[in-house]
């Protein structure tokens, strides 16, 4: 498997130092991504670079997850406006661990394999140099002049900036060169990839190898990922979408990737997935003949959410999906945990109901009108349940007089009441 071509027609390279390919069809070797550890959690964000691991894992290659513990507590000035919050030492073990879990989704760093994947932290490496030796060891290779020409810099000490830069934060490009500096010489690591904004980053860590080592190394970065209507990847009202169910539900997740545009499916598939260019190809050409069944999110949905959280979460994401726009039934909505449960109501019309009446019985025409307002009137109510217009937890209601008891409640719970094919009311017992 040739690395780059298979990034290269994923559309997944920004920038190349020239010789990568040659040197990477040549050599096996180890190559990185930098992964800032400020939270407990990876977002979609950081997938592009998780992905570009992963396809280098599969190209036969070492891949080096980098934990930015020692950088983490500076702070990237790189397309950011402010500093950062510095985290303690005792947070960023947390995070290490929880990222690696994920991680291990994507990357092989178990098996015996020769090429399993590797996970450092560049806290480790850092924590004992001596302010005196870092800037006598590393910091006399590099110019001031070549780190003010950086992008990075250069925006950050622009007239339009107000926060200006702290020294802290112009050390950060040194800081990170030297870890490519360290894994070359430890491992053998002769590739930094990352995002676009980190390319002045990334070279900066190759000029230094070449400086102090006189050796070769490389480099890839891949484009900012962008929406087709210009918006931001990746945010959403609610902010990130997290790979961790705490903070993303799976049913969210699943929904995320099911509503992208077309346009963005055809890019995203071809990114988030290890699809073949064949099964991309077909699809694409699939959803050309038939938009309306959209094949392109339904394939890239079902692939990234089994990736990140497993088939059951996503069988559990399709089912909860149905309730509102399929053929769902009693027994769907109570296969779903209560929070997807809720998330799937999330801005319907509640209402609280008494679990002790329900435990005693009461007709549907009082319990839709008296006990919760889903009609005005009991005589809408017992005409629209005539026309076959009410379902109760999405079985049709046949008689307006049935008698609703616990027995229907979801979770001891709720009950769903739906009026025509769209209103929604949840009924909450309590």
């Known amino acids: 498997m040739n690395f780059v071509e298979e990034l290269r027609w994923r ?9 990568t390919e040659e040197y990477l069809l040549k050599e096996k070797t180890a190559g990185y991504v930098g992964i ?8 979609i964000g950081h997938l592009v670079g998780i992905m570009m691991l ?5 190209a036969g290659h070492t891949p080096i997850a980098l934990i930015g513990g020692a950088t983490g507590m500076i702070g990237d000035p790189s397309m950011k406006s402010a500093e950062r919050k510095l985290l303690d030492e005792e947070t960023l073990r947390h995070n290490q661990s929880a990222i690696k879990e994920q991680l291990s989704k994507f990357l092989d760093f178990d098996s015996n394999i020769p090429n399993k994947a590797v996970m450092v932290n560049n806290y480790d490496w850092m924590k004992d140099y001596t302010f005196l030796n870092f800037i006598r060891d590393i910091g006399k290779h590099i110019t001031v002049n070549y780190m003010m020409a950086k992008d990075s810099v250069k925006k950050r000490l622009s007239a339009d900036s107000t926060e200006g830069m702290s020294f802290t934060e112009f050390s950060y490009q040194l800081i990170q060169g030297y870890d490519f500096l360290h894994l070359f010489r430890e491992m053998g690591c002769r590739l930094q990839m990352g995002g676009s904004d980190q390319w002045g980053n990334i070279t900066t860590g190759a000029e230094l190898i070449r400086r102090i080592d006189g050796e070769e190394v490389f480099a890839i970065t891949c ?3 962008t929406k087709a209507d210009g918006g931001k990847f990746g945010k959403t009202e609610s902010g990130n979408v997290w790979l961790d169910r705490r903070y993303t539900s799976p049913y969210k997740f699943y929904q995320f990737w099911l509503n992208v545009s077309d346009d963005d499916a055809a890019k995203y598939i071809k990114i988030f997935t290890t699809l073949s260019r064949e099964e991309i190809d077909s699809l694409i050409s699939e959803q050309q003949k038939a938009p309306h069944l959209r094949p392109l999110q339904k394939r890239l949905a079902e692939e990234i959410t089994v990736m990140v959280h497993s088939r059951s979460d996503y069988e559990m994401a399709v089912n909860a999906s149905q309730i509102l726009f399929g053929k769902a ?3 769907t909505l109570r296969s779903i945990d209560e929070e997807t449960f809720l998330q799937v109501f999330d801005g319907v019309p509640q209402f609280n109901i008494s679990k002790e009446a329900l435990s005693r019985g009461i007709k549907a025409v009082d319990l839709l009108t008296e006990n919760a307002a889903v009609f005005p009137s009991k005589s809408e109510m017992r005409k629209t349940t005539q026309s076959g217009g009410v379902t109760i937890n999405k079985e049709r209601l046949e008689n307006s007089d049935t008698v609703i008891d ?4 979801i ?3 709720y009950i769903i009441a739906q009026r025509g094919k769209k209103n929604y ?3 909450i017992a309590e």
Do not use: E, V
Not at 36 to 43: G, I, K, Q, R, Y
Not at 54 to 58: D, P, S, T, V
């Open 329 to 331: 039934t009693s027994d």
């Open 11 to 19: 559309g997944m390279i920004q920038n190349i130092i020239p010789g």
């Open 223 to 225: 484009p900012l990922i």
């Open 411 to 413: 979770g001891n719970k």
């Open 54 to 58: 992963k396809h280098f894992q599969r």
């Open 406 to 409: 616990s027995s229907y409640l």
């Open 425 to 427: 009311f949840l009924l």
């Open 36 to 43: 800032d550890p400020t939270a407990d959690s990876l977002h």
